[in-house]
């Protein structure tokens, strides 16, 4: 788990100390909405806005994500700004925060890490950078 930009030791032993069992989520994101990292929805019809992020749950591992989210964007940010290679996770998060403010940026990355966490745990899959 701690091969995910992002994830270093504390991360990774409160995410095994909170979700002892990570199949009671059936998808990536029911777990990523645990910890209150997905927007909230308003919606009205056929008109569907996101909104803030939910903060319900975990507050301490969301804490967790977001900080290594922050690391992990920062980390690719120098990178790519240094004409160094960037991963595929790297090169999207620094394109969102070129569109979007850095909050929201970090955020979305600590979500997706959450999802990909998810995945090798539920799967048995590493991961793989590119």
Avoid: C
């Amino acid at each position: 788990m701690m091969i995910v930009p992002g994830i270093g030791v504390t991360t990774a032993t409160a995410m095994f100390g909170s979700v002892p069992d990570f199949h009671q989520f059936k998808r990536a994101p029911q777990l990523s909405s645990w910890p209150g990292l997905t927007p909230r929805q308003f919606s009205s019809g056929n008109k569907r806005v996101p909104g803030r992020i939910s903060k319900r749950g975990d507050k301490y591992l969301r804490m967790l994500l977001i900080h290594g989210a922050r690391a992990a964007l920062l980390g690719a940010h120098r990178k790519w700004a240094n004409g160094k290679p960037v991963t595929r996770l790297q090169q999207w998060a620094t394109d969102l925060q070129h569109r979007k403010h850095h909050n929201i940026a970090t955020v979305a990355l600590a979500n997706k890490m959450a999802r990909i966490i998810w995945a090798m745990r539920t799967k048995g899959d590493e991961y793989q950078a590119n």
